[in-house]
């Protein structure tokens, strides 16, 4: 019954897709906020948001679905579109946004083949930055336990929604890519780019093992019990149809080649050892009432039954050498943007 609800409510799933509302500020919504850019629009979506019994799904699918979403983020005469609208409130090409922190791992998780869609249940710890994990944190005048993730893959591969959060400690991928705390009201989400990302995607463990299990998925036929019979080009095709749901053209394929030949070569003569979390740990601490340093042991005992995920350790130089053209995809614009 109250339609301001319903206004705030769609104003702000509109600014999840577009990266802004329709009324530009969804935690001050009404007289005192700014005023929307499309009054007519957001009213109907109101109207169809409470006619569709204010189902969520079908107010995604009224957005997703429209023509207004499906634009280029090109227009064939940009000159006069800055001209004539140039904070494009009128919405004639798509503002290209970058995918969120949480969307992009469960995007990443999804192309490796890992993502684990169970709905519901209590909350998981994925794996995050070792050094991060085991960091002392002080709480209540004692001092907090070491992150210790989820023991099964499947656990930790679930959708990020599901992801423990933890006072005091942050996920620091998820941090260089601009997570809000939650401790704190969002009212949009701020998109920075820094170098750090770049190491993030690129070098970090995780990456790394999301890259070889994409590769060991595109390896093999179904289920990973045998070997594909698909080709090098057609390999390469389906991870182009994965990641951008497109094929590649014919530069990016040989490019695509060139490096993957380039790579398999290089990690013939290169070994890896497993990593795997420590079960004990020695940290150390400052005496918060005489400043006196000290230490500590911490038995780990949930990395005792850790089962890790694959690894560049497990697979052949072939296989290692894909998952390296896996990583560059994972890291392009097309990827990472919403275009």
Same mark, same amino acid.
């Given at each position: 019954?109250?339609?301001?609800?319903?206004?705030?409510?769609?104003?702000?799933?509109?600014?999840?897709?577009?990266?802004?509302?329709?009324?530009?500020?969804?935690?001050?919504?009404?007289?005192?906020? &700014?005023?929307?850019?499309?009054?007519?629009?957001?009213?109907?979506?109101?109207?169809?948001?409470?006619?569709? *019994?204010?189902?969520?799904?079908?107010?995604?699918?009224?957005?997703?679905?429209?023509?207004?979403?499906?634009?280029?983020?090109?227009?064939?005469?940009?000159? +006069?579109?800055?001209?004539?609208?140039?904070?494009?409130?009128?919405?004639?090409?798509?503002?290209?946004?970058?995918?969120?922190?949480?969307?992009?791992?469960?995007?990443?998780?999804?192309?490796?083949?890992?993502?684990?869609?169970?709905?519901?249940?209590?909350?998981?710890?994925?794996?995050?930055?070792?050094?991060?994990?085991?960091?002392?944190?002080?709480?209540?005048?004692?001092?907090?336990?070491?992150?210790?993730?989820?023991?099964?893959?499947?656990?930790?591969?679930? &959708?990020?929604?599901?992801?423990?959060?933890?006072?005091?400690?942050?996920?620091?991928?998820?941090?260089?890519?601009?997570?809000?705390?939650?401790?704190?009201?969002?009212?949009?989400?701020?998109? +920075?780019?820094?170098?750090?990302?770049?190491?993030?995607?690129?070098?970090?463990?995780?990456?790394?093992?999301?890259?070889?299990?994409?590769?060991? *998925?595109?390896?093999? +036929?179904?289920?990973?019990?045998?070997?594909?019979?698909?080709?090098?080009?057609?390999?390469?095709?389906?991870?182009?149809?994965?990641?951008?749901?497109?094929?590649?053209?014919?530069?990016?394929?040989?490019?695509?080649?060139?490096?993957?030949?380039?790579?398999?070569? &290089?990690?013939?003569?290169? +070994?890896?050892?497993?990593?795997?979390?420590?079960?004990?740990?020695?940290?150390?601490?400052? *005496?918060?009432?005489?400043?006196?340093?000290?230490?500590?042991?911490?038995?780990? *005992?949930?990395?005792?039954?850790?089962?890790?995920?694959?690894?560049?350790?497990?697979?052949?130089?072939?296989?290692?050498?894909?998952?390296?053209?896996?990583?560059?995809?994972?890291?392009?614009?097309?990827?990472?943007?919403?275009?």
């Amino acid at each position: 019954s109250n339609v301001l609800a319903m206004r705030s409510i769609v104003n702000r799933v509109w600014a999840w897709h577009f990266g802004q509302g329709i009324a530009g500020n969804p935690n001050n919504f009404g007289q005192t906020g &700014r005023h929307p850019t499309h009054p007519e629009l957001l009213d109907w979506l109101v109207k169809q948001f409470i006619k569709d *019994e204010m189902r969520f799904k079908s107010l995604h699918r009224h957005i997703l679905l429209s023509e207004t979403w499906r634009r280029s983020s090109s227009h064939p005469d940009p000159r +006069s579109v800055q001209q004539l609208d140039p904070n494009n409130t009128s919405l004639a090409v798509f503002r290209v946004r970058r995918l969120e922190a949480e969307e992009m791992r469960d995007s990443i998780l999804h192309v490796s083949g890992e993502l684990n869609l169970r709905m519901g249940g209590v909350p998981v710890r994925p794996e995050i930055n070792m050094e991060a994990a085991l960091q002392p944190r002080q709480i209540m005048g004692t001092y907090a336990p070491a992150w210790q993730p989820s023991a099964r893959p499947e656990q930790r591969h679930r &959708r990020s929604i599901y992801a423990m959060k933890v006072r005091g400690l942050k996920d620091p991928t998820m941090d260089v890519f601009n997570q809000p705390s939650p401790d704190l009201s969002c009212e949009r989400r701020e998109t +920075s780019t820094v170098t750090p990302q770049a190491f993030a995607m690129m070098n970090s463990n995780d990456m790394q093992n999301r890259a070889i299990a994409w590769a060991a *998925e595109l390896l093999s +036929s179904d289920g990973r019990d045998e070997p594909t019979t698909l080709d090098d080009g057609q390999i390469l095709e389906k991870a182009f149809l994965t990641a951008f749901g497109r094929r590649p053209d014919i530069l990016e394929s040989n490019e695509c080649l060139s490096h993957w030949r380039k790579m398999t070569r &290089r990690h013939e003569s290169l +070994s890896y050892a497993a990593i795997n979390p420590p079960v004990q740990i020695t940290r150390q601490a400052i *005496e918060e009432m005489n400043g006196e340093p000290f230490t500590f042991t911490e038995l780990l *005992e949930s990395n005792r039954h850790f089962v890790a995920d694959l690894q560049f350790a497990d697979c052949d130089a072939r296989t290692r050498g894909l998952a390296e053209v896996c990583l560059v995809l994972l890291n392009s614009n097309e990827f990472v943007y919403i275009d």
